[in-house]
């Protein structure tokens, strides 16, 4: 016969808990939580910068001169241009004369690093233009003369961006030229091939 107040191995009564495992879990809940971790700054992507302007890169410009000169449809034949080159911020225009038949004339447009042709250039053909050797062209007195034109553009009420500069190959008198259209007058501004302005005209 068991013995009061004694309680059988296999009864439902869980053992007693000790003092000391009560504190040890009043301690742990007690313990403060970790502070949350800022999220890093996240740095905005840059925007992409401009490409440089050609007009202010005169060594890549003689440059260019030379690489037109050097197109393997030319077979080292001495390069012509007619009319005019046109100088803007990202791309030179020109018109060749073929040196394998005078007669016809090509559209080059140099973009991207490269020289692309871009067709034929009917209306060369049926104005017979003055002509320059490419090689006579100054190619890098664009810049110094783009200088001077920004100079002028800054002294201008309202004036706008300079589109381009024109190097014209007139048989009496080749120039550059640039017009700036202003708020109140326009500028006709003519440079000479070693970049020495020779007209300036407000119109």
Known sequence: ?????????????????????????????EIPAAPQAEPLAVAAP????PPVSLLLQPDLLEQIGQQLQQLPEF??????????VNFYP????????DPKQSSHYEKYRWQDGRWQHRGPDQVAKASRPDQMPASRVPWRIAAQVYQQVLAEAAKLEGSGPIRFINFSMLRQQPHFQAVLHGS?????????PDGRLFRRRPF
């Not at 107040?5 to 495992?21: E, I, K, M, Q, R």
């Not at 840059?46 to 910068?49: A, L, Q, S, T, V």
């Not at 077979?75 to 005019?84: K, N």
């Not at 109140?184 to 000479?192: A, F, G, S, T, V």
């Open 1 to 29: 016969m068991p013995l009061a107040g004694c309680f059988d191995a296999f009864g439902s009564v869980p053992p007693p808990v000790s003092a000391a495992s009560e504190a040890e879990k009043r301690a742990y809940q």
């Open 90 to 97: 990202e791309w030179i225009d020109v018109v060749v004369q």
């Open 75 to 84: 077979e080292g034949q001495p390069v012509r241009l007619v009319r005019h």
């Open 184 to 192: 109140r007058e326009n500028l006709d501004l003519q440079y000479r």
């Open 46 to 49: 840059e925007p992409p910068r």
